[in-house]
């Protein structure tokens, strides 16, 4: 059974970093596309990045374009997302997501495992 578990949130202030991580278990990165997608308090969930099964990357937000990079370490079956230069309006609950037809695609239907999330709040 695929499972997916965030860690690495917290709080931040203003310009300050996070490395987010996504724990894959039950199948190997190379059967799946991992999103990054985020929901702040009264706003609906919208997609970060992506990668695919073959390691393209896909970026979703343009506000989030040079801040955010999303990597993945193969041996340890987990994805990262390095997130630089928050602001309090990136304060959200970050999850991540499995698509099982291995690419990456904007429509959050597509992504049919997550995680349970991990609060990033940046305020100083």
């Known amino acids: 059974q695929l499972q997916l578990v965030e860690s690495g949130g917290g709080l931040v202030q203003p310009g300050g970093s996070l490395r987010l991580s996504c724990a894959v278990s039950?199948?190997?990165?190379?059967?799946?596309?991992i999103g990054w997608f985020r929901q702040a308090p009264g706003k609906e969930r919208e997609g970060v990045s992506c990668?695919?099964?073959?390691?393209?990357?896909?970026n979703y937000a343009d506000s989030e374009k040079g801040r955010f990079t999303i990597t993945r370490d193969i041996a340890k079956n987990t994805v990262y997302l390095q997130m630089n230069s928050l602001n309090p309006e990136d304060t959200a609950i970050y999850y991540c997501?499995?698509?099982?037809?291995?690419?990456?695609?904007?429509?959050?239907?597509?992504?049919?495992?997550w995680g349970r999330g991990t609060q990033v709040t940046v305020s100083s």
């Open positions: 997501a499995a698509n099982s037809r291995a690419y990456c695609t904007k429509a959050i239907a597509d992504f049919g495992s």
């Open positions: 039950g199948a190997t990165l190379y059967a799946y596309a």
């Open positions: 990668i695919s099964n073959s390691g393209s990357i896909a």
